[in-house]
């Protein structure tokens, strides 16, 4: 008994030994085809402004902000193929909410993202059109890592950010952010205000 014991082991070694070694799987990503950079204009009636966006993007108005109404001129662009959504909110400048509206821009980078982000840097803005405002960059596995606010200081004010519907992870979105980066800036460098 304990000779065939042996005997089984033995034979067992030596057919595990000549089995052909597998090596596991590569840890990767999708491979990501982006369509061509091609415009067009965001020039509906009513609105308080107009700019260029991707034509890979679908516009519709939001209509809902955290159960209540949204702003007459909020809109949404959507990505498709990328699974995002870029926000666009818009505010009439007051006599009185300026200060607020841009303390309100601040605050939504800050205190959403303080915690995940490994760095968030802003900088000035000022278009050809003559739009100033501030854009940010944020790090590290946020929801959003580009968000910025235009405004004319006495009029408009305009605020935009782009999330995606998925796990925030850096590594893996840093090539669609990058890609849609640039539509964004696009889109701020083509952003007019129209008289109301």
Request: glycine share 6%.
């Given at each position: 008994?304990?000779?065939?014991l042996?005997?089984y ?16 799987k ?14 067009k ?18 516009v519709s ?48 980078v ?32 946020t ?17 935009g ?16 952010n990058?890609f ?7 889109l ?9």
């Amino acid at each position: 008994m304990l000779l065939r014991l042996i005997l089984y082991i033995s034979v067992l070694a030596i057919v595990a030994c000549n089995s052909p070694y597998t090596a596991g799987k590569k840890r990767g990503y999708f491979k990501i085809d982006f369509p061509e950079k091609e415009y067009k204009l965001f020039e509906e009636a009513g609105y308080p402004y107009t700019f260029e966006y991707p034509v890979y993007g679908v516009v519709s108005r939001d209509t809902t902000f955290f159960d209540t109404k949204a702003g007459d001129w909020w809109i949404n662009i959507d990505f498709p193929h990328f699974n995002g959504r870029f926000y666009v909110t818009y505010k009439p400048v007051t006599k009185n909410n300026f200060d607020s509206l841009v303390n309100d821009g601040y605050k939504l980078v800050y205190r959403k993202n303080t915690d995940v982000s490994t760095g968030i840097l802003d900088s000035t803005i000022s278009t050809p059109n003559g739009v100033e405002g501030v854009y940010f960059s944020l790090s590290g596995n946020t929801a959003t890592a580009n968000q910025f606010f235009l405004t004319d200081s006495t009029r408009h004010f305009l605020r935009g950010a782009l999330y995606f519907d998925a796990s925030p992870n850096e590594d893996s979105l840093s090539i669609v952010n990058d890609f849609l980066k640039k539509d964004l800036m696009h889109l701020i460098n083509t952003l007019k205000w129209k008289n109301r």
